[in-house]
């Protein structure tokens, strides 16, 4: 009887680590620069597995205004989805990482989607841009968020602060 429960709990042990999230959510936060013509910037990558059908998974999504002009100070504009190129984030900085579930991935996917083609999801400089995006998928992945106004347009500083009121991230480097 002892042999079968030991048996059980090293069953019961190995489907829970099966389980366990393989897709990774990494936030990063990029330095505006007028040799590159790229304004303060942030984003997410999520790479790895998904535990479902052992899809391979290697996205990274940042929402930003579709074109740069001085109406975006004003009022919302049009919208898009900046995908990066590798170069761009090695050079970016990395803040943290969390593990999330396939469910979780797919409403992160499902909420991309909606923030780069819903005419509803203007790109705004105060509302909505990449800083609150990162924050609606920091909450999506189970962590803590919330949008204070002061440095809702500073992503480095905004990202310190989720890492700050998570402190159960992975800060180590990527």
Known sequence: MRLLAALLAAFAALAAGSAQARVIVSFY???GS???GRS????????GTLDA??????????????TWNPAGFFRPVPQTMLIEKPDYIRR???????PVTDAAYHRIVQEVQLWWHDPGHLW??????CVTFVGVVAQ??????????????????YLDHLATLNPQVDRSAK
Not at 124 to 129: A, K, Q, V
């Open 29 to 31: 936060s990029v330095p």
């Open 34 to 36: 007028v040799l590159t």
């Open 40 to 47: 303060v910037h942030a984003f997410v990558t999520l790479k």
């Open 53 to 66: 059908d052992g899809r391979a998974v290697d996205e990274n999504y940042g929402f930003s205004a579709l």
């Open 92 to 98: 970016a900085h990395y803040h943290f990482r969390v």
């Open 124 to 129: 705004d400089i105060d509302e909505r841009n």
């Open 140 to 157: 999506m992945s189970g962590l803590q968020a919330d949008f204070p106004p002061k440095i809702m347009r500073k992503p480095r500083a």
